[in-house]
């Protein structure tokens, strides 16, 4: 699944690297400075937009598009997470979206 993601990133002109979290780790609250797409190849993972208020559920295959400056945290699911991450120039990306897996 990884493979195939990846591809479907690349093919958009996106460089995407790999990262992995264990069971229940967490991210505390925090913004970049530029645009964030990730999609989860394995495991699920939720992210807090507390500025809206909102929360986003990931599963494998799902996507998030972040707009730099949002502020937002995760908490990794039960199984634990691999997410594909590639970055944009701020402002290609004008609000927080998530894509579910057989959307994009």
């Not at 505390?28 to 990730?38: F, M, S, T, W």
Request: aromatic residues 4%; negative net charge.
């Amino acid at each position: 699944m990884t493979t195939s993601l990846r591809d479907r990133l690349t093919g958009e002109g996106l460089d995407p690297g790999a990262w992995s979290n264990g069971p229940g780790d967490r991210y505390a609250a925090h913004r970049h400075a530029y645009d964030k797409v990730i999609v989860v190849a394995a495991g699920s993972i939720r992210f807090g937009l507390p500025e809206r208020p909102a929360t986003v559920d990931l599963a494998v295959g799902d996507r998030l598009e972040l707009p730099a400056g949002t502020v937002h945290d995760a908490h990794v699911g039960p199984e634990g997470v691999t997410c594909l991450e590639a970055h944009r120039p701020a402002g290609t990306i004008t609000v927080p979206r998530r894509v579910e897996a057989d959307a994009w």
